[in-house]
């Protein structure tokens, strides 16, 4: 096998690595009951604010986590994939 594909291996396994253990610490944060009760509070507070009533249960409020799961994880990966895709100079390889 050539020396790039070696190399391009080993950077991938890393960044592989680094997206699984960001994707475990997001999912573990934001799987705690006492996040979701946070979450809940805190949406029905901010709705009655603006006059609103929004009160999310059950998987109202799942799909919510899931998506802000979703978010952070793609901020994260792009975060941790940057440096593949772009140069110094910030300029698209």
């Keep these: 096998?050539?020396?790039?594909?070696?190399?391009?291996?080993?950077?991938?396994?890393?960044?592989?690595?680094?997206?699984?253990?960001?994707?475990?610490?997001?999912?573990?944060?934001?799987?705690?009951?006492?996040t979701y009760e946070f979450v809940r509070k805190n949406v029905k507070s901010v709705s009655s604010m603006v006059g609103f009533d929004v009160s999310l249960e059950g998987n109202n409020l799942i799909i919510l986590h899931a998506i802000v799961f979703a978010v952070l994880l793609t901020l994260s990966t792009n975060y941790i994939l940057e440096p593949l895709f772009y140069d110094n100079n910030g300029i698209l390889k």
């Design 1 to 34: 096998m050539s020396k790039f594909i070696e190399s391009l291996k080993e950077v991938l396994n890393e960044k592989t690595l680094q997206i699984s253990l960001i994707g475990a610490i997001l999912f573990f944060l934001l799987s705690q009951p006492g």
